[in-house]
């Protein structure tokens, strides 16, 4: 272990050089950082994984379930789990996608559930990330090149591999694909998650492509590659649905292939993520999904949600405007960290301004109880320093099944006491190592 402690500087120039970095606007600019890698793990034996694996993939199915029921029959609503004009109001349904199944009924075939640890060793899940979650890619490069700085780390410790993720994505796309070649479609150069696209493209084998290497002609999508034109059965896109495509949605987006959707619909190409998940990881649906999995798979919640408030009921409201200042406001549309407020950092004022939005705005707002979970021991230099820490993890669900990554993105804070991680906040990252025995 002391051999991989002592590369860390040495790895991160690695990852610097191999444009390791992620990229946010800011003021209308586009910023370009390092994210930083510290190479202290954290550390999941067999059996506690074993455990949140059985919770991970049943949380997915029961989404899953969700949406093939949200895009058909809407039983859920009809039943009154769910209010309709809470499913239907959130900007995550898309009226294009209705009474469209893909293939295997599958949507969320990549699907990144955030959770934390408390203190008392409980997992919890914040958020479920069923559009186009990232960050499989930093611990995939970063135990790459830990092996190369310390490989006697590994041959004496009981780290399961990680390297299978290209694999498991793979059979995602390919147990969905009607017939034709996969490809990962990137907005380009200048997306936040851009070394991700072309590294999982490296894993796979499947080219990296963008809006004009494709196009559709008699409801079949195409790829002009090196070797002519070819059909494209599954499509890993990493753009959002309202860039999809400009027939069906934006009308201005210049990164989009004009009438993949009509090739979607028309049952010609798989599309990975499918177009509408955002239904399903509107933070405000997240209340429900405890409730999703008793009602399509009959079983108890193996993980347990964080303590949660819909302002929209009026229960919940009351206690919100009550204990505000000891509470978490979070804007059900927003990611990355941003729309996230801490009441107890609110000043008398702002906590009155609050009170009323929550009042006149209570569909567009949770609110939750601040989970204190665990810090982990970060590397600042030749000191070791605790720090606020979550867990991605990613669920691939295939026509064969659901199955977990054994490992995942641990994401710290790089400040003191904060419980914000986010990489677009600063953060930085870490390896999970999951134990084989």
Not at 6 to 29: C, E, M, P
Not at 361 to 367: P, T
Request: some cysteine.
């Amino acid at each position: 272990m002391d051999a991989l402690l002592s590369n860390t500087a040495a790895i991160n120039q690695l990852l610097a050089r191999y444009g390791v970095k992620f990229g946010i606007y800011k003021d209308g600019q586009f910023h370009e950082q390092l994210f930083p890698f510290d190479s202290l793990p954290r550390v999941i034996s067999a059996e506690e994984f074993a455990e949140l694996e059985n919770g991970l993939i049943q949380r997915v199915d029961a989404l899953n379930a969700f949406l093939r029921d949200i895009y058909s029959k809407k039983q859920i609503v009809a039943d009154g789990v769910i209010p309709e004009d809470f499913v239907f109001s959130s900007g995550g349904f898309l009226p294009a996608c209705d009474q469209f199944i893909p293939p295997a009924g599958i949507f969320s075939h990549i699907s990144g559930i955030d959770l934390v640890q408390a203190k008392d060793k409980t997992w919890y899940v914040l958020e479920d990330n069923l559009r186009i979650p990232s960050g499989a890619s930093y611990p995939l490069i970063a135990r790459r090149l830990s092996r190369m700085a310390s490989p006697e780390t590994f041959k004496n410790n009981a780290v399961s591999s990680n390297s299978n993720y290209g694999l498991l994505l793979r059979e995602a796309m390919e147990s969905v694909n009607p017939g034709g070649k996969c490809v990962i479609m990137t907005p380009g150069r200048y997306n936040a998650a851009f070394f991700e696209h072309s590294y999982l493209a490296e894993v796979t084998g499947y080219p990296l492509v963008m809006h004009n290497d494709l196009f559709v002609q008699d409801n079949k999508l195409y790829f002009k590659g090196r070797y002519g034109v070819q059909q494209v059965g599954a499509v890993y896109r990493r753009i959002s649905d309202d860039f999809l495509d400009p027939l069906t949605f934006r009308a201005d987006s210049l990164i989009g292939v004009p009438g993949i959707m009509n090739a979607y619909r028309a049952g010609n190409v798989a599309i990975i993520n499918a177009p509408g998940n955002g239904v399903a990881d509107d933070k405000g649906i997240y209340y429900f999904v405890p409730k999703m999995i008793e009602y399509y798979l009959h079983e108890k919640p193996i993980l347990k949600n964080a303590p949660t408030y819909l302002p929209f009921y009026e229960e919940d409201r009351k206690y919100c405007l009550e204990n505000l200042e000891k509470l978490v406001i979070k804007d059900v549309a927003e990611a990355g960290g941003y729309g996230v407020l801490f009441g107890k950092d609110l000043s008398a004022e702002e906590l009155e301004d609050w009170k009323v939005r929550l009042q006149t705005e209570s569909r567009r707002f949770i609110l939750q109880e601040v989970i204190d979970f665990i810090d982990l021991p970060v590397l600042e230099g030749a000191e070791v320093k605790d720090r606020k820490a979550d867990l991605r993890a990613f669920v691939i669900t295939s026509a064969n099944g659901t199955k977990v990554w054994h490992s995942g993105l641990t994401r710290f804070s790089r400040v003191a006491d904060s419980f914000v991680v986010n990489s677009s906040q600063g953060g930085g990252f870490k390896d999970t190592w999951v134990l084989s025995r």
